[in-house]
């Protein structure tokens, strides 16, 4: 079992900047891959980023591109989500979620194993 707290959300305004927090707990060593999903509502959940605990790869969704930077520091068993040019369309629940099957699909929902229980993200234009 994976345990996933996410923290960091907030009201921020456009163009502001704001780091989201990812802790991990219980069998971490076995995660291949940490990612960040998005919910805005009546919105499917959607990828954002996503690393590899080993080597520290990473993917992006098209939209965030340049604007976010996904991070991770091993020792404190984290992962951050760093957001910088904030966008009204940004404003969504955030959840961090972990694979431990290695995967192939890391931009799918059904991709990850373990779920966070989300954090509120609030644009305002």
């Known amino acids: 079992q994976v345990q996933l707290v996410e923290s960091g959300g907030g009201l921020v305004q456009a163009g502001d900047s704001l780091r989201l927090s990812c802790a991990a707990s219980?069998?971490?060593?076995?995660?291949?891959?940490m990612a960040w999903f998005r919910q805005a509502p009546g919105k499917e959940r959607e990828f954002v980023a996503a690393i590899r605990w080993s080597g520290g790869s990473t993917d992006y969704a098209d939209s965030v591109k340049g604007r976010f930077t996904v991070s991770r520091d091993n020792a404190k068993n984290t992962v951050y989500l760093q957001m910088n040019s904030l966008k009204s369309e940004d404003t969504a629940v955030y959840y961090c979620?972990?694979?431990?099957?290695?995967?192939?699909?890391?931009?799918?929902?059904?991709?990850?194993?373990?779920w966070g229980q989300g954090t509120q993200v609030t644009v305002s234009s």
């Open positions: 219980g069998r971490t060593f076995s995660s291949y891959r």
């Open positions: 979620a972990a694979d431990v099957h290695y995967s192939p699909n890391y931009y799918r929902v059904s991709g990850y194993d373990f």
